[in-house]
């Protein structure tokens, strides 16, 4: 069974007069749906970009690698992951 706010949102979708007072409750119920609404699309905004910058990063860590590390033992730097490719074309991974 349909509220009273309900049946007041349908009547006034099908053109049927209000009164101010009706009218003034009608627009805050849809202002709170509308607020709600944008709230959870934002939401969803926020968590798609984040995937994809997560997606991002790990792409590029598995193509350039986490960066360089200092190797005591060898006195270089050294790379950390990521796919090398020798000038002769060849490409290995480390």
Known sequence: KASPIDKLISRRDLGARLT????????????????????????????????????????????MGRGTVWNPATNRWEQQGGIVTEYNGVVRVP
Request: overall charge negative; proline content about 2%; hydrophobic content about 40%.
């Open 20 to 63: 101010p007072e009706e009218e003034a409750a009608v627009q805050q119920v849809v202002a709170g749906f509308t607020a709600q609404i944008n709230g959870m699309a934002s939401q969803h905004r926020n968590a798609m970009f984040q995937s994809a910058m997560d997606n991002f990063k790990q792409n590029t860590d598995t193509i």
